[in-house]
């Protein structure tokens, strides 16, 4: 079976949480035998054509990218129109509105289903403009995938009665096969910490959801050190807030290679997720410290952050925006080693039970074959 992936970017342009999350999905599934396609823009695609282990990456211009939403050209269309016609199933992402319009433009036969990553939080103005069109395109879904029960009912889109009977709910896993089995420890060395000295681990794009400017805060009282890893939109503003604050202990470590993330993961006594808005709708970084069997603090934003993190049971999950809240849960673990252990073996079973690669792939494999087999059926009916 042949499906199509569809996002605005894609690797080998630098990673977010949603472009792990679809490589996850394309190596489960092509483990189980799918062939996978993905179809995405970059501001500079060298190649339009690049094999990767998950499958072919297919890439035209991004001319320009208005609110975060990646437009192409003729070519684009050109593109895409052709690898619909290879595809089997079509698999969107959303949100990207200019997907929308591939869609509406392609009119494909064949079925397709949407994962509904997240809500349009920050561009309400425009998301009301682009409400029909995003309508229309939820309404000719065979199925919508959300990735977490809790945001499969908190969705004000999701929770539309005219859709609600074509959601079911996937959780974002993480294929362990995927990692290298050794990390580059030179990370440590670089960021001066100690061999065996205990400190706390944010690994993300710095965006203003994240609510790093309050794990700037919260780092004041807590006796260890707080790595930040990641690039992005807050980064400069974060370094002045820390450098003003006197927060010495917050170590910037930039742009990480994955060696150098599963390094910093198996030496950290926690990862800490701090977002605080809704705008954080699953936290990829959350799986990878549960399959590195690490605990947790994360927010209460009613998404899927909250099903990953268990509150009690894979570690703590605070008031967001609160800084003594962070401080509190930080402090308890590192205080108390038993109890990080406890929890960190808690994480990993909850992963290898429903955020592992093999439950992704036999959900996405079942859920694939199954809209075929009723496309099929339909042709055979009409």
């Known amino acids: 079976m042949r499906v199509l992936h569809v996002y605005r970017t894609y690797y080998p342009d630098p990673p977010g949480g949603l472009q792990e999350a679809i490589r996850q999905i394309a190596l489960a599934t092509t483990r189980k035998g799918i062939e996978n396609r993905i179809f995405a823009l970059s501001i500079n695609p060298a190649r339009s054509e690049i094999v990767r282990q998950e499958g072919r990456v297919f890439r035209s211009k991004s001319w320009i990218a208005p609110a975060s939403c990646d437009l192409g050209g003729a070519e684009a269309f050109r593109m895409f129109v052709g690898l619909v016609k290879w595809a089997d199933v079509l698999h969107y ?16 036969k064949q079925p397709a289903v949407i994962t509904y990553h997240s809500d349009i939080v920050r561009q309400r103005r425009l998301g009301q403009v682009y409400r029909p069109l995003m309508m229309h395109t939820l309404k000719s879904m065979a199925a919508i995938v959300a990735t977490s029960p809790m945001y499969a009912q908190t969705s004000p889109v999701l929770s539309e009665p005219i859709l609600r009977e074509r959601v079911c709910v996937i959780p974002l896993g993480v294929d362990e096969s995927s990692y290298p089995r050794a990390g580059d420890e030179t990370v440590l060395k670089r960021l001066g910490l100690g061999e065996a000295e205990p400190f706390f ?8 959801y994240k609510g790093l400017h309050v794990l700037i805060k919260a780092a004041e009282p807590v006796r260890a050190h707080v790595v930040i890893a990641g690039s992005g939109p807050e980064e400069s503003k974060l370094r002045i807030q820390a450098q003003a604050e006197g927060a010495g202990n917050i170590l910037f470590a930039g742009q990480i290679s994955v060696a150098e993330k599963v390094a910093l993961l198996r030496r950290c006594r926690a990862v800490v997720l701090p977002s605080h808005l809704r705008s954080e709708a699953y936290g990829m970084v959350l799986v990878e410290a549960a399959m590195f069997a690490k605990p947790m603090i994360s927010c209460e934003i009613g998404t899927g952050t909250s099903y990953v993190n268990k509150d009690g049971e894979t570690g703590f999950v605070v008031a967001p925006g609160s800084p003594p809240a962070l401080a509190s849960a930080m402090t308890r673990l590192l205080s108390d080693q038993a109890l990080a252990n406890r929890l960190g073996q808690k994480a990993r079973q909850r992963y290898q039970q429903l955020l592992s690669g093999n439950a992704l792939g036999t959900a996405y ?10 496309f099929i059926g339909g042709l055979n009916t009409a």
Not at 201 to 208: D, M
């Open 93 to 108: 992402h959303y949100p990207w509105p200019f997907a929308d319009l591939l869609h509406a433009v392609a009119r494909p």
């Open 365 to 374: 494999v079942d859920l694939y074959r199954r809209l075929a087999r009723s």
């Open 201 to 208: 681990l944010f690994i993300g794009v710095l965006r203003y």
